[in-house]
């Protein structure tokens, strides 16, 4: 990847001579869905699937961009001063606007961008899939900017001015999770993150004789739709409604049995099911921790499962495809559990299945789903990795 890269990036910028690599990983959650927005715990982990970047000062004092995913492999690239970065692209090439929203993020943060860059993107991480392409870009782009203008940022930092990013540029207005799960993410390793405090732990994954198989639907997600939104602005209605009879802070302060006995607060029933969703998936995301640490997969495959059946009957942000997906895995001897992963609204489903059944699972889940869809399902067997930053070769 990095050499076609180097010669694509002395096509597109001029020269490459001093040009630096870089690589964010993706994520995938293991368990913890929609909990990070409602101060709850997530348990993600980052995948060696993710994007690439090289990256160089230039002498023109503007920021010079290429993905080639998006643009291809060569032609000009997207340029800007930063003094010019004011708010969202729309049109094409959109997918500037996460690293514009890292730079103007920064600026505002008083950075001082003293040289120009050009930077050239390259991933395998499938896009819209819900593996956190635009979390992967923005952290990359905060590594990039750290590095080369000596900006210092550490991983947690570089997590909160990407999710500040995206909430007040891009405008959608996610959790801390998918961020932090790109910049702290270890090898071999899922984090325990508490959401409200940003306390955090690694817990060393270790599956044994079974593997994490990760299924695209195929079916492209768009977190921007107003769907993401949508259910946050539910759950602060349910928050409201519920601080009326109780001092809480937010939802995830509360237990199942509390809020059990604040429900009749919540008045609309839409609401207290969202509400419903986040405070036992946040219960869910704690026991399933505990399970692996026992080395109890059985009941962390349980727990997934239950995830799943709560984001598709309390969060409503399953589609039939990723339900199709779900109860194929669950039906198949072998998997400990699966569920959809991310934001919801398509993407992905992760599962966690026996090494030796792992081919047999992929042949029979690609068969069915398209048989019972029409569409064909991609499938990554992925390892766990670390969090994003220069590679060091
Ligand atoms: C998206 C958001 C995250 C989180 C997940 C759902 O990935 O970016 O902050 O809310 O959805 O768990």
Same mark, same amino acid.
């Given at each position: 990847?990095?050499?076609?890269?180097?010669?694509?990036?002395?096509?597109?910028?001029?020269?490459?001579?001093?040009?630096?690599?870089?690589?964010?990983p993706?994520?995938?959650?293991? %368990?913890?869905?929609?909990?990070?927005?409602e101060?709850?715990?997530?348990?993600? +982990?980052?995948?060696?699937?993710?994007i690439?970047?090289?990256?160089q &000062?230039?002498?023109?004092? &503007?920021?010079?961009?290429?993905?080639?995913?998006f643009?291809?492999?060569?032609g000009?690239?997207?340029?800007?001063?930063?003094?010019?970065?004011?708010?969202?692209?729309?049109?094409?090439r959109?997918?500037?606007?996460?690293?514009?929203?890292?730079?103007?993020?920064?600026?505002?943060?008083?950075?001082?961008?003293?040289?120009?860059?050009?930077?050239?993107?390259?991933?395998?991480?499938?896009?819209?899939?819900?593996?956190?392409?635009?979390?992967?870009?923005?952290?990359?782009?905060?590594?990039?900017?750290?590095?080369?203008?000596?900006f210092?940022?550490?991983?947690?930092?570089?997590?909160?001015?990407?999710q500040?990013?995206?909430?007040?540029?891009?405008?959608?207005?996610c959790?801390?999770?998918?961020?932090?799960?790109?910049?702290?993410?270890? &090898?071999?390793?899922?984090?325990?993150?508490?959401?409200?405090?940003?306390?955090?732990?690694?817990?060393?994954?270790?599956?044994?004789?079974?593997?994490?198989?990760?299924?695209?639907?195929?079916v492209?997600?768009?977190?921007?739709?107003?769907?993401?939104?949508?259910?946050?602005?539910?759950?602060?209605?349910?928050? @409201? @409604?519920?601080?009326?009879? &109780?001092?809480?802070? +937010?939802?995830?302060?509360?237990?199942?049995n509390?809020? @059990?006995?604040v429900?009749?607060?919540?008045?609309?029933?839409?609401?207290?099911?969202r509400?419903?969703?986040a405070?036992?998936e946040?219960?869910?995301? %704690?026991?399933?921790?505990e399970?692996?640490?026992?080395?109890?997969?059985?009941?962390?495959?349980?727990?997934?499962?239950?995830?799943?059946?709560?984001?598709?009957?309390?969060?409503?942000?399953?589609?039939?495809?990723?339900?199709?997906?779900a109860?194929?895995?669950?039906?198949?001897?072998?998997?400990?559990?699966?569920?959809?992963?991310?934001?919801?609204?398509?993407?992905?489903?992760v599962?966690?299945?026996?090494?030796?059944?792992?081919?047999?699972f992929?042949?029979?889940?690609?068969?069915?789903?398209?048989?019972?869809?029409?569409?064909?399902?991609?499938?990554?067997?992925?390892g766990?990795?670390?969090?994003a930053?220069r590679?060091?070769?």
């Amino acid at each position: 990847m990095l050499d076609e890269m180097r010669e694509s990036f002395g096509k597109i910028f001029g020269s490459e001579t001093n040009a630096e690599p870089f690589f964010s990983p993706g994520r995938v959650n293991l %368990i913890g869905e929609h909990t990070d927005h409602e101060g709850g715990y997530v348990f993600p +982990c980052a995948i060696d699937f993710g994007i690439y970047a090289l990256a160089q &000062k230039n002498s023109s004092g &503007k920021l010079r961009l290429h993905s080639m995913n998006f643009d291809g492999d060569y032609g000009s690239p997207f340029e800007i001063s930063y003094d010019s970065i004011r708010e969202k692209l729309t049109g094409s090439r959109t997918w500037v606007n996460y690293p514009l929203g890292v730079a103007s993020t920064l600026l505002k943060h008083g950075h001082e961008f003293a040289h120009g860059l050009d930077i050239l993107y390259c991933g395998n991480l499938p896009d819209g899939a819900g593996l956190s392409s635009s979390a992967a870009l923005e952290v990359l782009t905060v590594r990039i900017f750290s590095d080369l203008l000596g900006f210092n940022i550490d991983g947690v930092k570089a997590a909160l001015y990407s999710q500040e990013a995206e909430n007040d540029f891009v405008g959608v207005r996610c959790g801390i999770m998918d961020q932090f799960a790109v910049s702290m993410g270890k &090898k071999s390793s899922a984090i325990l993150l508490n959401c409200s405090t940003l306390e955090y732990s690694y817990a060393p994954l270790e599956l044994g004789s079974h593997c994490i198989i990760i299924t695209n639907s195929n079916v492209p997600h768009s977190l921007a739709g107003s769907e993401y939104n949508l259910r946050r602005q539910q759950c602060e209605q349910a928050l @409201d @409604d519920i601080r009326k009879v &109780k001092d809480v802070s +937010c939802l995830c302060d509360l237990s199942v049995n509390e809020l @059990d006995e604040v429900a009749y607060a919540v008045k609309d029933p839409v609401n207290l099911r969202r509400a419903v969703h986040a405070v036992s998936e946040n219960a869910r995301a %704690i026991r399933a921790s505990e399970a692996l640490k026992a080395g109890n997969l059985a009941m962390f495959g349980r727990l997934m499962n239950a995830s799943h059946v709560s984001l598709r009957d309390n969060y409503a942000v399953t589609v039939p495809e990723l339900d199709i997906l779900a109860r194929l895995a669950w039906e198949f001897p072998g998997v400990a559990g699966s569920r959809m992963t991310g934001g919801g609204f398509g993407g992905c489903t992760v599962s966690i299945i026996e090494n030796d059944r792992a081919e047999e699972f992929i042949d029979m889940a690609g068969r069915e789903y398209e048989r019972l869809t029409g569409r064909k399902a991609s499938f990554y067997r992925t390892g766990i990795t670390n969090g994003a930053g220069r590679i060091i070769q």
